[in-house]
């Protein structure tokens, strides 16, 4: 790794970590269902064009503290396929979480492209 890719890989890293909650509440607000782990990946990967590849098991200690915050519940129901399955949904809370969150995103991000565009 050259002295330029690390530094990039530091800088996502570091760019993600947030980014990656916000991530989990939109795509939960939108689901018409509770998901599971691998669902939310999937839905990820699909949307996703790679942003978030190879980062798929830190979406799951995420998904733990967006629900110790009380933004997610969840609830663990057995596998037909395999071992038991943890759904999660969006609380009310998170729903409110979710707007505030979005509209501090949508300002930095317009902030940081005004920026970049000088």
């Not at 190879?54 to 009380?70: D, F």
Request: glycine share 8%; net charge neutral.
């Amino acid at each position: 790794m050259d002295e330029t890719e690390s530094h990039l890989w530091k800088f996502q890293k570091e760019l993600s970590a947030g980014i990656v909650s916000l991530v989990l509440l939109g795509v939960l607000s939108r689901a018409r269902q509770p998901m599971y782990g691998y669902q939310i990946v999937k839905r990820l990967d699909e949307t996703g064009a790679g942003v978030l590849s190879g980062k798929q098991s830190a979406l799951y200690p995420v998904l733990r503290n967006l629900a110790a915050a009380g933004l997610l519940e969840s609830e663990v129901e057995p596998s037909v396929t395999g071992p038991p399955r943890r759904y999660y949904r969006i609380t009310a809370l998170g729903r409110r979480v979710l707007r505030e969150w979005s509209m501090a995103w949508i300002d930095t991000r317009d902030f940081v492209n005004t920026i970049l565009e000088d």
